[in-house]
């Protein structure tokens, strides 16, 4: 993480720090499924991945954020400077991936076109790395909110059919 401060920082910092606030409250991945739901044939993808973004959300920050309470990396590692403010003070597993992988792996099921699972599945990459960019997330908060993410994407697909 101070690797990542110390040699990558700098020039694309607005830009990660933007990105990484479209994730605040899972915004960017319930826009685009609300979206979704306005067309035919992405409608199933909408509803699955609005499915998938609760049980997310009741896994991570209901349940696994307060059991594990993990305090923040800054908190922890000397020198380590956050680019941005996280309320929360439990820092694993990552909601904001765990979101993003909830949607992506929704998505991937039951979208028609394969760039368009694809795309998902890039967006939801970045939204991990943009957590550990900013300094807000050890690497296995990242890889947790993801793992958990694809598993709610799935249940949230078997669910639905």
């Known amino acids: 993480m101070l690797w990542i401060q110390e040699n990558l920082r700098g020039l694309l910092d607005p830009v990660v720090e933007g990105y990484t606030t479209l994730g605040n409250t899972g915004l960017m991945w319930i826009v685009l499924s609300l979206a979704m739901l306005c067309w035919k044939p992405t409608r199933k993808a909408g509803v ?94 990242v890889i947790a909110g993801a793992l958990v993410g694809l598993f709610c994407g799935w249940a949230a697909w078997r669910l639905l059919q």
């Open 48 to 141: 699955a991945a609005l499915a998938a973004m609760v049980l997310g959300l009741l896994c991570t920050n209901v349940v696994l954020k307060h059991v594990v309470a993990r305090p923040r990396p800054w908190l922890d590692v000397a020198g380590l400077v956050p680019l941005i403010q996280e309320p929360d003070p439990n820092s694993f597993p990552s909601g904001h991936t765990c979101a993003a992988f909830a949607a992506a792996s929704a998505w991937w099921r039951t979208l028609p076109r394969r760039w368009m699972r694809w795309t998902g599945l890039v967006l939801a990459v970045c939204m991990g790395l943009s957590r550990l960019y900013v300094g807000v997330h050890y690497p296995s908060d």
